[in-house]
């Protein structure tokens, strides 16, 4: 079926609705001549793109934004919501793949990173949470730097965001609390803009259930706890995905004579500059289309790493920053010794249920290969219809009950969550151990505070091969049991007696988990991960011997080196991580102007 979409969609005579960009270029030959830049962003995805275009702001600065992949421009598959899972296992994906993972009972898994302008924003699900405000006063803590607390934070969430009304106009009233949104942002977010059958006996269900299922006005508060309505990066007056690309490079930003935006830019290595006694890492070097001849920059002032928790720390230890006897062990000569680089990876595990349902008024429809024209069209003509959403359109975040307990447990607070549901009109993702032309109902469970740490180490000294990437998925006990109480709660959710007569039987390999050990079986079966890779260049105190970066972001023991992605989160936070990763990026700007003196 993803090849029916695909091609429908390339043979589409609107190819794409995004105006024309300014000065993305395509080739190094293509750039000023003689430029010198004052800052390099390594990578052009969600980090990358705020940086690039706060600092620019600034006339006084000269900034090159390098992405390995192409422009998004012109790509219908990063523009239209639904189309999201087209661009997996594609060229505008890294296509990485895990090292067997000992909790999956020794399976590898797919591990989607965009490699396109925009990064990951350019090919997510779209699902905008902030996670909890406990999440970020642990960081504060850890690193010693009320900077990174909620209440720091919060204005930033506010800052990037735009919140537009959803494309069915539909009234908003009782679906989210408007206070806790920003209006002028750069990121457009919205409600669902199309009708979900389902969505009025989500809320009933939860009602009749009551206790943890509480309904919440809007989970992006800072309490996210109970059911409520999914809020989408999506620009709602458009149709359209909001991404880092779409927003922080619009053509008004591009067309800034001190923003250079190359693509097809893979960067190898960072190229150390000076040799004093702490090394100064101000130069880049990197290909094109995948080619043979390597090119060299450097910068004046920094450069930024911003190639995301995979790209960024695989980057370093090609450099010779990182753990100096593992570098040794490959063949990489080691130049800074720092034995964290690579550490601490966190992601968050996730299952998805299907429920057989009496129903055909589901996502099974809306798939169905002859419905497609028909939906692009109209899609297309009114920026409607139900191409405008992602996967689901209601969600939950739950606690364990408190008859269960964890050694140890990395819950951030008691109003943070242990694990979340999706609630969809349909299958999530494609499952092999469905019947056939059968309809569904799905419940997700992920593990959003995981014990679990894994590691990314190089395969080889070749910097352009792919780095061994373990996120260590349900490895520790205390995921596993979140996992099945999650798994337990999502059943007992569909017992509600609103969907009786609905909801027929579970599905999936699900409708045998029927013990605790059935259900561990089940998991090592069929989890899998939810693609929120962070923490592998985390932050930590300044001066602290462990972590990698300061809590102004700086490479500790080197100069001239900053990271900003989600490699730097000492701790992955409860929700999805790409509003995290906006706010994280707004701030840092702010840190990097206030050193160098030019707030605009």
């Known amino acids: 079926m993803k090849s029916s979409i695909i091609s429908f969609a390339l043979s589409f005579a609107l190819i794409s609705t995004l105006p024309a960009r300014a000065e993305i270029y395509e080739n190094v030959s293509d750039l000023p001549k003689n430029c010198k830049y004052d800052f390099i962003v390594v990578g052009g995805g969600t980090a990358g793109n705020v940086i690039a275009n706060r600092l620019t702001e600034s006339p006084n ?6 992405e390995a992949g192409p422009s998004h421009v012109g790509v219908l598959d990063a ?10 296992k594609t060229q505008y994906d890294w296509n990485y793949t895990t090292v067997p993972q000992v909790g999956l009972g020794g399976r590898t898994v797919d591990i989607p990173r965009g490699h396109i302008l925009g990064g990951s924003s350019s090919i997510n699900f779209m699902i905008y949470t902030r996670s909890a405000s406990e999440d970020y006063d642990r960081w504060a803590n850890v690193t010693s730097d009320q900077g990174w607390s909620w209440n720091s934070l919060e204005p930033y969430f506010k800052k990037t965001e735009r919140l537009t009304p959803p494309a069915d106009n539909h009234t908003t009233q009782g679906q989210l609390d408007p206070s806790v949104h920003g209006t002028d942002g750069l990121l457009t977010t919205s409600l669902s803009g199309f009708p979900v059958p389902i969505d009025q006996n989500v809320l009933t269900a939860a009602e009749q259930l009551g206790g943890d299922f509480q309904f919440n006005l809007d989970v992006n508060s800072g309490n996210p706890l109970g059911v409520g309505w999914l809020q989408t990066i999506v620009d709602g007056n458009t149709g359209i995905r909001g991404s880092s690309a779409n927003g922080y490079l619009a053509p008004q930003f591009l067309k800034r004579p001190n923003l250079d935006v190359l693509v097809n830019a893979e960067v190898s290595r960072l190229i150390q500059t000076s040799n004093g006694r702490v ?19 450097s910068a004046t002032k920094e450069i930024i790493l911003s190639a995301g928790s995979i790209g960024s720390p695989h980057i370093m230890l090609n450099s010779g920053i990182g753990p100096s006897n593992d570098l040794k062990a490959i063949g990489v000569k080691p130049l800074v010794n ?17 429920f057989i349902v009496n129903s055909n008024n589901t ?12 939906e692009l069209q109209l899609w297309n003509d009114t920026h409607g219809g139900p191409f405008v959403d992602t996967i689901a359109s209601m969600l939950g975040f739950f606690r364990l009950p408190e008859n269960v307990t964890l050694n140890p447990d990395f819950v951030a607070g008691p109003n943070a969550p242990h ?11 494609p499952n092999d151990f469905v019947p056939q032309n059968a309809s569904f109902f799905s419940m997700s469970t992920t593990v959003t505070s995981p014990v679990s740490r894994g590691t ?15 996120p260590a998925l349900l490895k520790e006990e205390s995921d596993r049991i979140i996992m099945r109480e999650a798994i337990k709660h999502a059943l007992a959710f569909t017992k509600a007696p609103i969907w009786d007569g609905y909801i027929v039987a579970p599905s999936g390999g699900l409708e045998n988990a029927t013990t605790d050990e059935k259900i561990d079986e089940y998991i090592s079966a069929a989890a899998s991960t939810f ?22 972001l700086r490479v500790k023991n080197v100069l001239g080196l900053r990271v900003v992605d989600a490699s730097v989160f000492p701790f992955i936070p409860t929700g999805h991580t790409s509003s995290a990763v906006y706010a994280v990026a707004e701030r840092a700007a702010d840190i990097i102007k206030a050193e160098y003196g030019a707030f605009h």
């Open 61 to 66: 600065f000269k900034v090159l934004v390098l």
């Open 79 to 88: 523009e239209v919501p639904w189309f999201a899972a087209n661009l997996f």
């Open 279 to 297: 090394p100064t890492f101000r130069g880049v070097e990197f290909r094109q289309n995948g080619g043979s001849q390597l090119y060299h920059f």
């Open 338 to 354: 720092l034995p964290d680089v690579g550490e601490n990876f966190a992601d968050h595990s996730v299952m998805a249920h299907p």
């Open 363 to 374: 996502f099974e429809k809306i798939r169905d290969p002859a419905n497609i024209p028909g």
């Open 419 to 429: 694990f979340e549901h999706l609630i969809a009109n349909g299958l999530i993702v």
């Open 456 to 470: 990314l180490k190089l395969a080889s000294s070749d910097p352009f091969e792919a780095p061994l990437i373990d």
């Open 531 to 552: 693609f929120h890779p962070t923490s592998t260049l985390s932050m930590s105190a300044k001066g602290a011997k462990n972590g990698v970066v300061d809590p102004d």
